[in-house]
């Protein structure tokens, strides 16, 4: 009797601990949360202060000290991820979720590190991807964000868990961004471009000039991996200052048209007769993207990705015969979807004359202006320019895609498709801007847009307001002896003139600059639309009404 007494008192320490775990990662408000999430802070502020204390050649000792701190960081979070998986309802659930995937992420690159075979590079590679445990800070901006929207629901200002959240958000693409752009960049020693990334400190300040968009210029990645580090980071820091702005814009209308709870609860009364009409409409699944569609995006891809690295000498010289013959298979397919398109459709002018049919018209009109190439050579490079409009194909489709959810009832929650649209904008923004500058420029004397990727590093540079001013054009500069003035290593220094120089190319870098313009003020739409509806439950105008 008293051994089965025993068994029940262990069995009912156990479910309570159990319950005690489970509050300290589900529960917001109750006392083990709390502790959990400053823990939780503390062991990522420390994980960082390790990993920047490392970059910058620390002595013996200091060397040690941090050895011994990542090691009891992994204890801990592999402690954090076994509980997470012990009071999680659906274990396999959590650990393929997005938040399981990132607490794994937290310890993995460190135990990975101590497999036999892992050599100097791996071990290398896996001390970067420690940074990824900033993502656990995510996990804290949510909790901030649940909060933020029961103050917002109830009319209450809620500007400093907003605040806070962004923070939380600036400081992980902060930390993330400069971190990953050391790792890429500390190896460039070349002398004509060495590195000033040699610390993550000195990337954090190379992060923030990026962020803000402001480009001084001072600190420009230079290898291929470092600017597609810096394009995320551009493009974070847009997404970054959006949230702001609605941050701020929300804080205003609750001020301004704040309601109190008693409004709140009469509001919520009122709407519970349409709940579960909107609850069906929101969980109307979309229609799938029809396979032929699907087909033709992909097409189109591969077509303007072979236009962009046809450009590149290395890579052209390799196979010549590959990028002819395939730009004529390109052009049958779409030939063939443009003949279909008017056959089928109901109003076969008004086809021709809409969007859709101007580009499929132009996805393949500069090829067989090409082929019969009466105006002669120079047209004929304008007309092959202007294939890379193949990737307006990309628009037509999400378009189309987002207008038949709406046709089916699928209106709410439409944050993923509005966000691919913006991303499909995106890239067929700075494709073309990149290749009109590269074909604008290409034969200035000393021009840095040597290749269709480089002009779409300019692009994105460009387009987001960032300006490095690293795109110029080059030329030895002649002393008055008519001979070239010599550095102190010799060698000729150059002139540098800003590019673009050419009429072309400065009116194509224009019309890249208020496309930025406009597609930041897409985004600020699409992230301020998401935070509405989300925080107050409706759109701007409802609130306001």
């Not at 011994?68 to 076994?82: M, Q």
């Not at 303007?304 to 049958?332: H, K, N, R």
């Amino acid at each position: 009797m008293a051994r089965s007494s025993g068994t029940l008192a262990s069995n009912a320490n156990a479910h309570g601990f159990r319950d005690l775990v489970w509050q300290a990662f589900h529960q917001p408000g109750s006392p083990a949360f709390a502790f959990t999430s400053r823990m939780t802070f503390l062991m990522i502020s420390l994980s960082i202060g390790a990993l920047v204390a490392e970059s910058m050649q620390p002595d013996a000792a200091t060397q040690l000290t941090i050895n011994v701190v990542e090691s009891t960081l992994v204890l801990v979070f592999s402690a954090e991820y076994l509980l997470h998986l012990w009071v999680a309802e659906n274990r396999l659930k959590y650990a393929t979720s997005f938040w399981g995937i990132v607490d794994l992420l937290a310890i993995l690159p460190a135990l990975l590190a101590f497999l036999p075979n892992a050599g100097l590079r791996v071990v290398r590679t896996l001390r970067v991807l420690r940074v990824l445990r900033m993502l656990k800070l995510m996990k804290l901006a949510a909790d901030q964000a649940r909060a933020s929207a029961n103050l917002a629901s109830r009319g209450k200002p809620s500007l400093f868990n907003d605040a806070l959240i962004y923070f939380m958000a600036l400081f992980t693409v902060l930390t993330i961004s400069a971190t990953l752009a050391y790792f890429a960049e500390v190896d460039e020693t070349a002398e004509a471009t060495a590195t000033t990334f040699n610390s993550i400190p000195q990337a954090m300040w190379w992060s923030i000039v990026t962020i803000t968009t402001t480009g001084y210029g001072d600190m420009v990645p230079s290898t291929l991996l470092g600017r597609l580090i810096a394009v995320g980071t551009m493009f974070s820091g847009l997404a970054l200052f959006g949230i702001l702005t609605s941050v701020i814009g929300r804080a205003v209308l609750t001020t301004l048209f704040g309601r109190e709870p008693e409004d709140a609860v009469a509001e919520t009364e009122a709407d519970e007769s349409d709940t579960a009409s909107a609850a069906t409409v929101s969980r109307v699944a979309a229609p799938p993207v029809p396979l032929r569609d699907l087909a033709i995006a992909v097409a189109a891809v591969i077509s303007v990705v072979m236009l962009v690295i046809e450009t590149v000498p290395e890579i052209y010289e390799s196979a010549p015969s590959f990028f002819y013959y395939g730009e004529f298979v390109f052009v049958g397919i779409f030939t063939i979807e443009y003949l279909y398109n008017i056959a089928t459709a109901p109003s076969k002018r008004e086809y021709l004359l809409s969007f859709g049919g101007l580009v499929d018209l132009l996805s393949i009109l500069p090829s067989y202006m090409g082929l019969i190439d009466v105006t002669g050579l120079k047209a004929l490079r304008a007309l092959r320019v202007l294939r890379v409009l193949r990737v307006l194909k990309l628009i037509k489709i999400a378009l189309a895609h987002r207008a038949s959810r709406v046709e089916t009832g699928v209106k709410k929650n439409s944050f993923v498709v509005d966000l691919q649209i913006y991303a499909i904008a995106v890239t067929c923004a700075v494709t073309i801007s990149g290749t009109l500058g590269y074909y604008s420029e290409k034969d200035v004397p000393g021009s840095a847009f040597t290749s269709i990727p480089a002009g779409m590093w300019w692009g994105v540079v460009t387009m987001t307001t960032t300006g490095y001013g690293d795109m110029v054009a080059k030329a030895p500069i002649i002393g008055d002896d008519g001979s070239p003035v010599l550095g102190d290593h010799g060698e000729p220094k150059m002139s540098a003139d800003v590019q673009p120089v050419t009429v072309g190319g400065r009116i194509t870098a224009g019309l890249t600059m208020f496309a930025g313009l406009a597609l930041f003020g897409v985004l600020s739409a699409v992230i301020g639309s998401a935070l509405m509806n989300s925080l107050f439950g409706g759109d701007a105008e409802r609130l306001s009404a």
